[in-house]
Structure formats: structure tokens, C-alpha cells
């Protein structure tokens, strides 16, 4: 450790200096941009190149064991045979069969089971696994499946063609194009020859298949065919027999002639009916309103009436007329007007009398035409009657006739489908218009090895990326204040750098000189000062959210760097449970703070003072006895106080332990030591909350074990403080000059300790 010439007082006041320390600086966001990127790559690079050559490794493997591989191909189009399309409108052209059949009949199993024996793919290791080597992976994945898996499959037998099959349909390949009815075969295989051979091969069995398949249709279909025209032929002379039986019971005239004349008559006898209905309206209308009408001469005025009695109408008008303008003229008791109201008397008597006379003709003429209508209507009942039965006769008969004659066509249809069975049974199943066959490919398939090993390693690199991006973001962990910085009771002590192991001393006397490290402590112990006033605090504990956070080492190197500046230290450890620090000192105490504290001890027994100027108090042997000195660490803080001595706790984890939280409370500072990249925000968070008490107002935070060349990378604001240019002040010269300084210092640093 490094050492100021002139010990300061330690209670020098220091406000004047104005110091501000480092990590109080205006924060940023971390924002993501391509610098930010570039430098998580760099910081990520380790991870990046481990994934990468973990994914590579294996790909590389199986790569170095591909084989060339060749594929052969077939184009193709199906047509039915030209001569079962013929006919008169199109003489040019077959029609092709369905494309999507085609094709699976290609894939049909018995195909596949003939191109394997006749071109003996069971004989070849590369389409029959039991003919293979197991290789190293296969035998790790079956032992590996084996411990799962209870029944073990059986290896397949050397004969047996179903794997061989499987690899054939993984081989082959059959499809046809869009748009078109072309069908395309495929075959891959690590011999160009067979590659070649197979497509034409299956084109040759597909043929002899289909012309198999449709002659046993063929056959089927004809003795299906025969069967039902020999029953169509029993069900038409059934249906014709019946028409003409049915015609013959029924007398049904067929004859155009008498049909018409049996309408014509039936039409004559209704219009008869028709008008003797409106001969007989008009006669119960006129009986009708002579009988209702009071005055008979006033109601003839409204109907038809004979001329007889139309003229009597007229003459009483024309009397009654006279006497209106008689009356005019003379008196009523005139002989004149006497004498025409005894004719217009008399002439409505004979009004009267004809009226009568007429209503009677009516109502006789009323009956006569009721009892001719009776009669028509009977004569039209039986018309109709007759007509009906002709027409339901003729409806049935006319059904009977078209049943003859549907089961005729429909007996004239199977004869024709006979013929053209038999017409088809002479022609081919299909025909093949073959545009390319399969040739032998002169190069094999693939882009090499080195393209797909390339393609591999750019697919790894891009793995690891993303996983480097995965990590980044999952990771929690306190980096930089600028994380810390919205938590609040805090103030931001330094970044403490990581140490080598060659530079972490195993015990209390090994002295190496690290300058970014013992200007990391001493930046410390300044935010301490300002922190508490100017002055060094009397009582500091340096605890941490977990252990292995490196408090421990903060704690004695805080020791050293105040002893060595001629401040009294006492260093207590107070992990109770397990406290490592007298590993460092070696006291040989066989008592410490557990003893004292269980009143076992007292403390003079317990303090081991070493050469240094640092005494320290280990932490003893623990023990669930129960405290009977509740107040022995007060007590401690006191008696380092009137000697003028620091007291520096090396506590326990303050989530594992509440004497931790107890001992926050009695002291004067508290340190939390956070680890860089370790510690997650959420524990220091919860950790500044259980120390939380009206003294400890605020807790210094210091992020120990900074790598310094990661942290470089990131985007912090307190980033700046590993530069490159920071690091290079920091590397030794090589000037002799500076050596003879850093000797003499040594050499007057050890002086000063030994005193």
C-alpha cells in the first residue's frame, strides 16, 4: 500500500479542499446506439467465442463427415389414352388425368417395394441402417435414450426392407409444378448412376401398375355391368307390361277426336250454365225491387219493364204534369181539375194492375230458369265427373308409361357403358409424354464443405450474438452508480478496482503496491471524511447485501491505509458466524468478540495488537449462549474512542445477519461494499432498507472488484475513470529516476510500519 510522506491529522477539517468524490458525477442513461452495441461485444467477447466454439465444434464434426451426393430427375405429363376422349367436338387433344392422384400413385408402397428389391437398395448401407457403423453420437443418443426409455427398440434385421423404405421415401421426391400438369421425380443418392436409374425406373413400374390396376377395374366394372343389365332388362318389361295392362282396364280413349269433342261439350255446358245464372241475377233483381218498393209506379221508374207498361208510366207523368199546371190556373174545386184527378186515379189503378201483372210473368219466369239450371248443372256434373276420371286414368297411365321409359334409358345407358368398358379393356392404362428423362448428374449436389462449415460458423456467431444480447439484458447485477443513483440515503464512495491474485495479499505483512487500487481506498476514506463533517469517523461498518462481496478486503485495506498514515485502527471482525480476518493477522488469540460478548473473556483478552499500529479483534469461536454484554459493542466503540483510535467493524452480510442491523445503528458510518457484476440492485436496494435508522441518515456505497477494462466499455458516466489514458498513468516507467522514488518510498513505508 501506498503511503503519504507527512501523516495528516485526522481530524483536519477538509471542507475548504471543495472535493467532490469521483462517482458523484451527473448520471446518463445508458442509451443503445452502435456505439453501445460495439462495446457490448467487446465486453461480451469471451462469451461470445466460448458459445461459438461450442456450436461450431459439433457442426464441424458432422460437416467433415458429409458425402458427395448426386440427385437425378424426371419430367413428365400423365394423359389418359387419345381414343377414350375422342368425340365430335374436340379430336385434338387427350385430357390429362388429375395431377394430384398421378402423383400419389407414384408414392404408392407397392412402387417404392419394387424399385427396392429389383434395384436391391437393401443391399446398400447408404438406404439400409442396419447395414451402417454406429457412429459416436448414435451410440451416446441410444444409451442416452436407454436411460429413459425401459424397452429398448430392436435393431432392425439385415433383410428386412421397411427402414430401407423410410430412406427411400426420404430420397424420392414427387411433385408436381403450378400451373401446370407437369409432374417432376427426383432421386438422391451417393452414386450418380442410381441416382439416375431410379426416376426412370419408377416411371417403368407406374406404368405397369396402372395398366394392372385399371384392367382389374376394368374386369370388375364389366361383371358389375352385365349383373345390372340383366335386372334393368326384367324391371322394363315389368314397367311396360303394367302401362299396357293398366290402358286396356281402364278403356282409356286415346283418340284425339273424342277428347276434343268431350271438352267441346263440357265448354258448351258450362257458358249455358253461365248465362242462365245471369238470366236468373237480373230476374230475382227486378222481383226484388218490386216487391220491396211501397209505390209500384215509382219503382218501375228504376227497372226494365215492357213497353205496355212504359207507356202507362209516360201517360201518368204527362196527366200529373197537366194537373200541376192546372192548378196554377184555377181553383181545386174547379170542374177541370176534378176531372183530370179522376183519370190520373184511375190510371195509377191500371199501373198498378200491369205491374202486378208483370211480377207475376217474372216470378213464373224465375222458376223456369231454376229449374233449367238444375238440369244443366246435372248434365255437367256428370261431365265433369267422366272427365275427371279420364284425367286421372290418362295421369296414371302416362306415369306408368314414362317409369317404361326411364327403365328403357336407363337400360340403354348400362349397354352403353358396356360397350365402353369393353372398348377401354383394349386400350392402355395411361399414357406418358416424357419431356426430360432422368441422365446420369455429371456434378454433385451442395455447395461443399467449406460453404456449409461457413454457414455454420456465421449461424454460431449469430447465436452467441443474440445470447450475448439475452445475457446483457437479463443481467441485473450493480455496475456503475448511474444505477444506483435513484436510490435514496446514499452517497457513492468509489470504484474500487479488481485485484489480481497475485496482488490480493494472503497475509497482513505481504505489502504490494497496486496505484489504482490505493487510490480507490483513499478516495474512500476522503468521501468518508467529507461525509462526516472533515474528520474521519470514529465508529465505520463495512458490511455488504451478501458475502463474498469483498468487504472483508475493504475493511483491513481501509485499516492499512489509515495506519499507515499514523491514524490508530482498530479492526474489529464481527461476522460472528464466520469471520476470516484473523486468517490475515495470525494473532493466535484463542478469544475474540464471540467470547466477549458471552462474557467469557474480557477485552483486554481479546485484542491483538500488531507491529503495523493496527489492533485488531478476531471474531472468535461462535456460540448460540446467550449475550450476557447486549451493550459490549458500545462499549467497544467507547474504549477505541478515548484511546483516539478508528474503529473499522468487518460485519457479517447484512440480509444474513440482524447484529449487522444492530451495529449500523452504533456507529457513526456505515460502508456497503456492492461487488461489480455480482450484486443485484434489487439486494442492494433491500439491504439499504434494513439498515435504515435516524443516525445512519446516509450510507456510503462503494462497487467493489471493478474490472477495469469491462467497465471501460459500458456507457456509464463514471466509465471515464478506466480509460485508456487513465490506464497508461497508472502503468510503471521504466525511468530510473522513478524507480529510485518508488524504492525510497517502499523503503520509508516499511520503516514507518515496523515503527
Same mark, same amino acid.
Given at each position: 500500500?501506498?503511503?503519504?510522506?507527512?501523516?495528516?491529522?485526522?481530524?483536519?477539517?477538509?471542507?475548504?479542499?471543495?472535493?467532490?468524490?469521483?462517482?458523484? =458525477?451527473?448520471?446518463?442513461?445508458?442509451?443503445?446506439?452502435?456505439?453501445?452495441?460495439?462495446?457490448?461485444?467487446?465486453?461480451?467477447?469471451?462469451?461470445?467465442?466460448?458459445?461459438?466454439?461450442?456450436?461450431?465444434?459439433?457442426?464441424?464434426?458432422?460437416?467433415?463427415?458429409?458425402?458427395?451426393?448426386?440427385?437425378?430427375?424426371?419430367?413428365?405429363?400423365?394423359?389418359?389414352?387419345?381414343?377414350?376422349?375422342?368425340?365430335?367436338?374436340?379430336?385434338?387433344?387427350?385430357?390429362?388425368?388429375?395431377?394430384?392422384?398421378?402423383?400419389?400413385?407414384?408414392?404408392?408402397?407397392?412402387?417404392?417395394?419394387? =424399385?427396392?428389391?429389383?434395384?436391391?437398395?437393401?443391399?446398400?448401407?447408404?438406404?439400409?441402417?442396419?447395414?451402417?457403423?454406429?457412429?459416436?453420437?448414435?451410440?451416446?443418443?441410444?444409451?442416452?435414450?436407454?436411460? *429413459?426409455?425401459?424397452?429398448?427398440?430392436?435393431?432392425?434385421?439385415?433383410?428386412?426392407?421397411?427402414?430401407?423404405?423410410?430412406?427411400?421415401?426420404?430420397?424420392?421426391?414427387?411433385?408436381?409444378?403450378?400451373?401446370?400438369?407437369?409432374?417432376?421425380?427426383? *432421386?438422391?443418392?451417393?452414386?450418380?448412376?442410381?441416382?439416375?436409374?431410379?426416376?426412370?425406373?419408377?416411371?417403368?413400374?407406374?406404368?405397369?401398375?396402372?395398366?394392372?390396376?385399371?384392367?382389374?377395374?376394368?374386369?370388375?366394372?364389366?361383371?358389375?355391368?352385365?349383373?345390372?343389365?340383366?335386372?334393368?332388362?326384367?324391371?322394363?318389361?315389368?314397367?311396360?307390361?303394367?302401362?299396357?295392362?293398366?290402358?286396356?282396364?281402364?278403356?282409356?280413349?286415346?283418340?284425339?277426336?273424342? +277428347?276434343?269433342?268431350?271438352?267441346?261439350?263440357?265448354?258448351?255446358?258450362?257458358?249455358?250454365?253461365?248465362?242462365?245464372?245471369?238470366?236468373?241475377?237480373?230476374?230475382?233483381?227486378?222481383?226484388?225491387?218490386?216487391?220491396?218498393?211501397?209505390?209500384?209506379?215509382?219503382?218501375?221508374?228504376?227497372?226494365?219493364?215492357?213497353?205496355?207498361?212504359?207507356?202507362?208510366?209516360?201517360?201518368?207523368?204527362?196527366?200529373?204534369?197537366?194537373?200541376?199546371?192546372?192548378?196554377?190556373?184555377?181553383?181545386?174545386?174547379?170542374?177541370?181539375?176534378?176531372?183530370?184527378?179522376?183519370?190520373?186515379?184511375?190510371?195509377?189503378? #191500371?199501373?198498378?194492375?200491369?205491374?202486378?201483372?208483370?211480377?207475376?210473368?217474372?216470378?213464373?219466369?224465375?222458376?223456369?230458369?231454376?229449374?233449367?239450371?238444375?238440369?244443366?248443372?246435372?248434365?255437367?256434373?256428370?261431365?265433369?265427373?267422366?272427365?275427371?276420371?279420364?284425367?286421372?286414368?290418362?295421369?296414371?297411365?302416362?306415369?306408368?308409361?314414362?317409369?317404361?321409359?326411364?327403365?328403357?334409358?336407363?337400360?340403354?345407358?348400362?349397354?352403353? +357403358?358396356?360397350?365402353?368398358?369393353?372398348?377401354?379393356?383394349?386400350?392402355?392404362?395411361?399414357?406418358?409424354?416424357?419431356?426430360?428423362?432422368?441422365?446420369?448428374?455429371?456434378?454433385?449436389?451442395?455447395?461443399?464443405?467449406?460453404?456449409?462449415?461457413?454457414?455454420?460458423?456465421?449461424?454460431?456467431?449469430?447465436?452467441?450474438?443474440?445470447?450475448?444480447?439475452?445475457?446483457?439484458?437479463?443481467?441485473?447485477?450493480?455496475?456503475?452508480?448511474?444505477?444506483?443513483?435513484?436510490?435514496?440515503?446514499?452517497?457513492?464512495?468509489?470504484?474500487?478496482?479488481?485485484?489480481?491474485?497475485?496482488?490480493?495479499?494472503?497475509?497482513?505483512?505481504?505489502?504490494?503496491?497496486?496505484?489504482?487500487? #490505493?487510490?480507490?481506498?483513499?478516495?474512500?476514506?476522503?468521501?468518508?471524511?467529507?461525509?462526516?463533517?472533515?474528520?474521519?469517523?470514529?465508529?465505520?461498518?463495512?458490511?455488504?447485501?451478501?458475502?463474498?462481496?469483498?468487504?472483508?478486503? =475493504?475493511?483491513?485495506?481501509?485499516?492499512?491505509?489509515?495506519?499507515?498514515?499514523?491514524?490508530?485502527?482498530?479492526? =474489529?471482525?464481527?461476522?460472528?458466524?464466520?469471520?476470516?480476518?484473523?486468517?490475515?493477522?495470525?494473532?493466535?488469540?484463542?478469544?475474540?468478540?464471540?467470547?466477549?460478548?458471552?462474557?467469557?473473556?474480557?477485552?483486554?483478552?481479546?485484542?491483538?495488537?500488531?507491529?503495523?499500529?493496527?489492533?485488531?479483534?478476531?471474531?472468535?469461536?461462535?456460540?448460540?449462549?446467550?449475550?450476557?454484554?447486549?451493550?459490549?459493542?458500545?462499549?467497544?466503540?467507547?474504549?477505541?474512542?478515548?484511546?483516539?483510535?478508528?474503529?473499522?467493524?468487518?460485519?457479517?452480510?447484512?440480509?444474513?445477519?440482524?447484529?449487522?442491523?444492530?451495529?449500523?445503528?452504533?456507529?457513526?458510518?456505515?460502508?456497503?461494499?456492492?461487488?461489480?457484476?455480482?450484486?443485484?440492485?434489487?439486494?442492494?436496494?433491500?439491504?439499504?432498507?434494513?439498515?435504515?435508522?435516524?443516525?445512519?441518515?446516509?450510507?456510503?456505497?462503494?462497487?467493489?472488484?471493478?474490472?477495469? #477494462?469491462?467497465?471501460?466499455?459500458?456507457? *456509464?458516466?463514471?466509465?471515464?475513470?478506466?480509460?485508456?489514458?487513465?490506464?497508461?498513468?497508472?502503468?510503471?516507467?521504466?525511468?530510473?529516476?522513478?524507480?529510485?522514488?518508488?524504492?525510497?518510498?517502499?523503503?520509508?513505508?516499511?520503516?514507518?510500519?515496523?515503527?
Amino acid at each position: 500500500m501506498t503511503i503519504s510522506t507527512v501523516p495528516p491529522d485526522r481530524n483536519l477539517p477538509i471542507s475548504p479542499m471543495r472535493y467532490d468524490p469521483r462517482a458523484q =458525477v451527473e448520471t446518463k442513461a445508458d442509451n443503445l446506439d452502435l456505439a453501445s452495441a460495439f462495446r457490448m461485444l467487446r465486453r461480451r467477447m469471451v462469451t461470445i467465442i466460448a458459445i461459438t466454439l461450442l456450436l461450431v465444434a459439433p457442426a464441424a464434426i458432422m460437416i467433415s463427415g458429409l458425402k458427395p451426393t448426386y440427385q437425378a430427375s424426371a419430367r413428365l405429363i400423365v394423359h389418359q389414352p387419345l381414343a377414350t376422349s375422342l368425340g365430335a367436338e374436340d379430336t385434338s387433344r387427350g385430357n390429362p388425368l388429375d395431377v394430384k392422384s398421378e402423383t400419389e400413385r407414384l408414392l404408392s408402397r407397392s412402387i417404392a417395394e419394387r =424399385v427396392v428389391r429389383e434395384m436391391r437398395l437393401n443391399m446398400r448401407d447408404e438406404f439400409n441402417p442396419a447395414l451402417r457403423k454406429v457412429s459416436f453420437f448414435e451410440s451416446i443418443r441410444a444409451n442416452l435414450r436407454g436411460l *429413459f426409455d425401459t424397452e429398448k427398440p430392436a435393431s432392425a434385421a439385415r433383410d428386412s426392407i421397411e427402414a430401407t423404405i423410410r430412406e427411400y421415401y426420404q430420397a424420392l421426391g414427387v411433385w408436381h409444378e403450378e400451373r401446370s400438369e407437369v409432374i417432376q421425380i427426383s *432421386f438422391t443418392a451417393n452414386d450418380a448412376e442410381l441416382a439416375a436409374a431410379v426416376p426412370n425406373r419408377v416411371v417403368s413400374i407406374y406404368l405397369d401398375e396402372r395398366k394392372g390396376s385399371v384392367g382389374a377395374r376394368l374386369d370388375a366394372a364389366e361383371t358389375w355391368i352385365r349383373q345390372r343389365i340383366a335386372e334393368q332388362k326384367g324391371r322394363a318389361v315389368i314397367a311396360r307390361d303394367a302401362a299396357r295392362n293398366y290402358q286396356e282396364s281402364m278403356d282409356i280413349v286415346s283418340k284425339e277426336d273424342a +277428347q276434343d269433342e268431350r271438352i267441346k261439350t263440357l265448354l258448351e255446358l258450362t257458358g249455358r250454365e253461365g248465362k242462365i245464372e245471369e238470366s236468373r241475377l237480373e230476374v230475382k233483381a227486378t222481383i226484388s225491387a218490386l216487391e220491396t218498393a211501397d209505390n209500384p209506379s215509382a219503382a218501375v221508374q228504376n227497372i226494365a219493364v215492357p213497353d205496355s207498361i212504359s207507356t202507362k208510366q209516360r201517360d201518368l207523368r204527362a196527366q200529373e204534369e197537366d194537373l200541376s199546371r192546372l192548378l196554377e190556373l184555377y181553383d181545386s174545386n174547379a170542374e177541370a181539375v176534378v176531372d183530370l184527378r179522376r183519370k190520373i186515379e184511375q190510371s195509377r189503378i #191500371d199501373l198498378d194492375l200491369a205491374t202486378k201483372q208483370y211480377l207475376q210473368s217474372m216470378r213464373a219466369k224465375l222458376a223456369a230458369l231454376d229449374h233449367e239450371a238444375n238440369a244443366v248443372q246435372s248434365i255437367l256434373a256428370v261431365a265433369k265427373e267422366k272427365r275427371t276420371r279420364d284425367a286421372l286414368a290418362q295421369t296414371e297411365l302416362t306415369r306408368l308409361q314414362r317409369i317404361a321409359e326411364n327403365e328403357q334409358a336407363a337400360l340403354d345407358k348400362l349397354e352403353d +357403358q358396356r360397350r365402353d368398358l369393353a372398348a377401354k379393356a383394349t386400350l392402355p392404362g395411361a399414357e406418358l409424354e416424357v419431356f426430360s428423362p432422368a441422365s446420369v448428374p455429371l456434378v454433385s449436389q451442395g455447395r461443399g464443405r467449406l460453404f456449409y462449415l461457413v454457414g455454420a460458423l456465421l449461424a454460431a456467431i449469430s447465436a452467441a450474438v443474440t445470447a450475448a444480447f439475452v445475457l446483457e439484458m437479463w443481467d441485473q447485477s450493480v455496475r456503475s452508480f448511474d444505477q444506483i443513483a435513484g436510490m435514496a440515503r446514499t452517497i457513492p464512495a468509489g470504484l474500487i478496482p479488481r485485484l489480481a491474485r497475485k496482488e490480493n495479499p494472503k497475509t497482513i505483512f505481504r505489502l504490494v503496491q497496486v496505484p489504482m487500487f #490505493d487510490e480507490a481506498i483513499r478516495t474512500v476514506i476522503l468521501t468518508l471524511k467529507q461525509s462526516n463533517g472533515g474528520k474521519v469517523p470514529n465508529s465505520i461498518v463495512v458490511t455488504s447485501a451478501h458475502s463474498g462481496e469483498g468487504k472483508s478486503l =475493504v475493511a483491513r485495506s481501509l485499516a492499512i491505509e489509515l495506519a499507515a498514515a499514523a491514524i490508530p485502527v482498530l479492526l =474489529v471482525d464481527g461476522d460472528l458466524r464466520r469471520g476470516e480476518l484473523d486468517s490475515f493477522f495470525r494473532s493466535g488469540l484463542q478469544q475474540g468478540l464471540n467470547e466477549y460478548l458471552n462474557g467469557q473473556a474480557d477485552i483486554r483478552d481479546i485484542v491483538y495488537h500488531h507491529p503495523s499500529g493496527i489492533d485488531f479483534i478476531p471474531s472468535g469461536k461462535f456460540s448460540l449462549q446467550r449475550r450476557v454484554r447486549p451493550n459490549g459493542l458500545t462499549d467497544i466503540i467507547e474504549v477505541a474512542g478515548a484511546a483516539g483510535r478508528i474503529v473499522i467493524f468487518d460485519s457479517a452480510p447484512v440480509l444474513a445477519s440482524t447484529d449487522t442491523v444492530l451495529l449500523t445503528a452504533l456507529a457513526e458510518k456505515t460502508l456497503a461494499v456492492v461487488r461489480w457484476g455480482k450484486t443485484s440492485r434489487r439486494a442492494v436496494e433491500f439491504s439499504l432498507q434494513q439498515m435504515k435508522s435516524p443516525r445512519n441518515s446516509e450510507i456510503l456505497v462503494a462497487i467493489n472488484n471493478v474490472s477495469p #477494462d469491462k467497465h471501460a466499455l459500458y456507457n *456509464f458516466s463514471d466509465s471515464e475513470l478506466f480509460s485508456k489514458s487513465l490506464m497508461k498513468y497508472y502503468q510503471p516507467h521504466t525511468d530510473d529516476t522513478l524507480k529510485t522514488i518508488i524504492n525510497n518510498i517502499f523503503s520509508l513505508k516499511s520503516k514507518i510500519i515496523h515503527k
